[in-house]
């Protein structure tokens, strides 16, 4: 059975900092790429950063240079560090793990979400 669960989240001041975690299970971690993803209330999906399972990291527009993503493959376990936070960070974050095989076929799962809010 696939799980994707998040923890972490709460609410910080603006400025401050917050690390969210998802630990996984049920497929082989390590060969799939991991993301996160947030959604703000009353605004559609918003992609935030992404590991690879080649290694490579990328970002979006909106968080580069203040959010960091990593993964531990022992603990199935992928972190997004979140520094500098704004108003605008508020939002539900969710891990998606996915995996693009050879004929093209592609498995997604999704975590449950956890909340983040950003306020003073």
């Known amino acids: 059975q696939v799980q994707l669960v998040e923890s972490g989240g709460g609410l910080v001041q603006p400025g401050g900092s917050l690390s969210i975690s998802c630990a996984a299970s049920?497929?082989?971690?390590?060969?799939?790429?991991m993301s996160w993803v947030r959604q703000a209330p009353g605004k559609g999906l918003e992609w935030v950063a992404e590991f690879t399972s080649g290694g490579s990291t990328n970002y979006g527009v909106s968080v580069k240079g203040r959010f960091t993503i990593s993964r531990d493959n022992a603990k199935n376990t992928v972190y997004l560090q979140m520094n500098s936070l704004k108003p605008e960070d508020t939002a539900v974050y969710y891990c998606n793990a996915y995996r693009t095989y050879s004929d093209a076929t592609r498995n997604i799962y999704w975590g449950q979400g956890t909340q983040v809010t950003v306020s003073s």
């Open positions: 049920g497929f082989t971690f390590s060969r799939y790429a």
